[in-house]
């Protein structure tokens, strides 16, 4: 039966661990200059996108080519999605021409339907509500410099948005402690952190971003204003003034604590620069990492 990586809540911590440990192996190897081109050799990936992307397309293209295979990018204008063919339509199609898709949609439910209708594994490049390849990029990069997840703290600064959503997935799985610190009316979706808490998860809603950077091994942050969202923009801008990571809320957080942004960062808003370059940053080892663990996802799904 073909995989789908849609959410991370529908793989198992084990699941999760296997594309983890796969990654680092990848990549150890990939340094040592072991190829990796017998893996997706002959296989194309159809890589649809509704929204830009610089990490998700590039790390993509690249993933497929050193696995030896082939991404294939679908840009809005090439298929319409929804538009000038139905989702299942475009799933049913593909299928008989790729062997495998990754979508980066608005809706969920696309990624969903398309997973449903597809006849082969489907990945969530991002979506207005998840974005599980980022959260799994994370907790490798977060994995190899903690050398540990269970139990640490992980403190989001900001929106309770799609990648947060994914954090608290992936946090609920491996065991950390998850607190977001938003204005009140952006907190994550209350069935996502439902569901984290009927596993045993820690989640803590916060409306103080000093109280949740207290004690945490983790500071994480991402755009006040999404893809889609743009129109509401200026009213975010003033709900989230002071929830930004600067040096002062570093200094709150546990000595050696990890500075992480999934980018495009806005510099000055939800992060300052010097945050952003501060020594325990790891936001550029994150972009890295998407290479790795998407990487161990292909050659788990396609291979
Ligand atoms: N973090 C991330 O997904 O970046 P892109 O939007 O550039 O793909
Ligand atoms: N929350 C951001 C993430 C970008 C990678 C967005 O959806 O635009």
């Not at 090439?78 to 790729?98: K, N």
């Not at 501060?278 to 788990?300: T, Y």
Request: hydrophobic share 45%.
């Amino acid at each position: 039966m073909k995989r789908d990586l849609v959410s991370l809540a529908d793989w198992s911590a084990e699941e999760i661990w296997e594309a983890l440990d796969l990654a680092a192996h990848l990549k150890r190897e990939l340094r040592s200059g072991i190829s990796h081109e017998h893996v997706l050799r002959g296989k194309t990936l159809g890589m649809i996108f509704q929204k830009p992307s610089l990490r998700t397309r590039v790390s993509f293209e690249v993933g497929m080519t050193q696995l030896g295979g082939h991404a294939l990018y679908l840009g809005p204008d090439d298929i319409r999605l929804g538009e000038r063919e139905t989702v299942e339509d475009i799933a049913i199609v593909l299928s008989r021409y790729v062997d495998g898709i990754m979508a980066r949609v608005f809706e969920h439910e696309i990624v969903e339907e398309l997973a449903r209708y597809a006849t082969v594994p489907v990945i969530n490049g991002l979506s207005d509500l998840l974005h599980p390849c980022q959260a799994l990029g994370d907790m490798l990069t977060i994995w190899e410099k903690k050398r540990v997840l269970s139990g640490l703290t992980l403190a989001f600064i900001g929106d309770g948005n799609n990648v947060a959503h994914s954090l608290i997935e992936a946090s609920a799985k491996l065991g950390l402690r998850f607190r977001i610190a938003c204005p009140a009316g952006h907190e994550p979706k209350l069935e996502i952190v439902d569901a984290a808490r009927a596993l045993g998860a820690e989640v803590e809603i916060l409306h103080d971003p000093k109280q949740a950077a207290r004690g945490a091994d983790v500071l994480y942050t991402d755009v006040w204003t999404s893809m889609g969202q743009e129109k509401s923009a200026e009213e975010r801008r003033h709900a989230f003034h002071g929830f930004t990571i600067d040096l002062n809320l570093l200094e709150t957080a546990n000595p050696g604590a990890l500075v992480m942004h999934c980018l495009p960062a806005h510099y000055g808003e939800e992060i300052t620069y010097e945050a952003s370059r501060a020594p325990g940053s790891a936001i550029f080892d994150q972009a890295a990492n998407r290479l790795h663990a998407q990487k161990a996802v292909l050659a788990l799904l396609l291979a």
